[in-house]
């Protein structure tokens, strides 16, 4: 599976991005699909995770404010981040695995493939 990230840019606070994240191969359906995200000097974090059975799930930093959906049809993941930070500024990454469970989801290593990244920058 190949990963394309898009979408991002510089917005105010308070705005709102779309991600997309395209995907290749035609077995993308059977992915648990993912956002993570990584600020300078930090480590890459857990977003959010949107099974095949429709169950998301999202780290207390954005939920509430971010909504991860996939299309299947069009093997594409999406990342809506509204009410946006500053401290949201980071470059966002896409990520898909196979063979998750619950509890290992929030790890980097448990994702078996990666998009390139897209920038995030959010002025305050």
């Known amino acids: 599976v190949q990963l394309q990230a898009s979408g991002g840019g510089l917005v105010q606070a308070g705005g709102s991005l779309k991600l997309s994240c395209a995907a290749s191969?035609?077995?993308?359906?059977?992915?648990?699909m993912g956002w993570f995200r990584q600020a300078p000097g930090k480590e890459r974090v857990f977003v959010a995770s949107?099974?095949?059975?429709?169950?998301?799930y999202y780290s207390d930093s954005v939920k509430g404010r971010f909504t991860i959906s996939r299309d299947d049809a069009k093997n594409t993941v999406y990342l809506q981040m509204d009410s946006l930070k500053p401290e949201d500024t980071a470059l966002y990454y896409c990520?898909?695995?196979?063979?998750?469970?619950?509890?290992?989801?929030?790890?980097?290593?448990?994702?078996?493939?990666w998009g390139q990244g897209t920038q995030v920058t959010v002025s305050s």
């Open positions: 191969g035609r077995t993308f359906s059977r992915y648990v």
């Open positions: 990520a898909a695995g196979s063979g998750l469970i619950f509890s290992t989801q929030y790890r980097v290593k448990s994702y078996d493939y």
């Open positions: 949107r099974w095949r059975s429709g169950t998301t």
